[in-house]
C-alpha cells in the first residue's frame, strides 16, 4: 500500500499500519500510514504489568517477525478485558536467525520458521 500524500491527522492507539515498504503499530494515537487493522495486544507498557513485559517495557526488538491472525469482536473484546485485568498473553518463541543457513536454503529455512509460527 502506498502512504497517504497528506497523513492522517488521527489514528487511534494499537492501529496496524502500513505505508511504503514500512509497518508499524501504534503504541500511542498518532497519524500516517494506512489502517490494517487493530490489535488488543500493546507493543508498550512502561509499568511492565503485563507478563510479556517483564523484561523490557517494548515488546518488539529489531528483527522480530509477527504474524497476526484474525479475531472477531468478541475476541477482541475478551483480550481487551484480559489486558485491563492483567491476564492477557501472547504466544512467542525466541528464534536464533542464521544468515549463512538461509543463504544456503532460503526455502528451507523459510519453511522453519513459518512451522515455529504455527507451531
Same mark, same amino acid.
Given at each position: 500500500?502506498?502512504?497517504?500524500?497528506?497523513?492522517?491527522?488521527?489514528?487511534?492507539?494499537?492501529?496496524?499500519?502500513?505505508?511504503?515498504?514500512?509497518?508499524?503499530?501504534?503504541?500511542?494515537?498518532?497519524?500516517?500510514?494506512?489502517?490494517?487493522?487493530?490489535?488488543?495486544?500493546?507493543?508498550?507498557?512502561?509499568?511492565?504489568?503485563?507478563?510479556?513485559?517483564?523484561?523490557?517495557?517494548?515488546?518488539?526488538?529489531?528483527?522480530?517477525?509477527?504474524?497476526?491472525?484474525?479475531?472477531?469482536?468478541?475476541? &477482541? $473484546? =475478551?483480550?481487551?478485558? %484480559? /489486558?485491563?485485568? @492483567?491476564?492477557?498473553t501472547l504466544k512467542s518463541a525466541d528464534v536464533k536467525f542464521s544468515l549463512q543457513d538461509w543463504q544456503q536454503n532460503p526455502n528451507n &529455512? $523459510? =519453511?522453519?520458521?513459518? %512451522? /515455529?509460527?504455527? @507451531?
Amino acid at each position: 500500500m502506498p502512504k497517504y500524500l497528506k497523513a492522517r491527522i488521527d489514528t487511534p492507539k494499537l492501529t496496524i499500519g502500513h505505508g511504503g515498504c514500512f509497518g508499524c503499530i501504534y503504541a500511542v494515537r498518532g497519524g500516517g500510514y494506512q489502517m490494517m487493522g487493530i490489535t488488543p495486544a500493546p507493543v508498550w507498557d512502561p509499568a511492565q504489568k503485563l507478563e510479556y513485559f517483564k523484561d523490557s517495557m517494548v515488546f518488539l526488538k529489531p528483527g522480530d517477525i509477527i504474524k497476526f491472525k484474525p479475531i472477531d469482536e468478541a475476541a &477482541y $473484546n =475478551k483480550a481487551v478485558k %484480559e /489486558v485491563e485485568d @492483567g491476564t492477557f498473553t501472547l504466544k512467542s518463541a525466541d528464534v536464533k536467525f542464521s544468515l549463512q543457513d538461509w543463504q544456503q536454503n532460503p526455502n528451507n &529455512y $523459510n =519453511k522453519k520458521l513459518l %512451522e /515455529v509460527f504455527n @507451531g
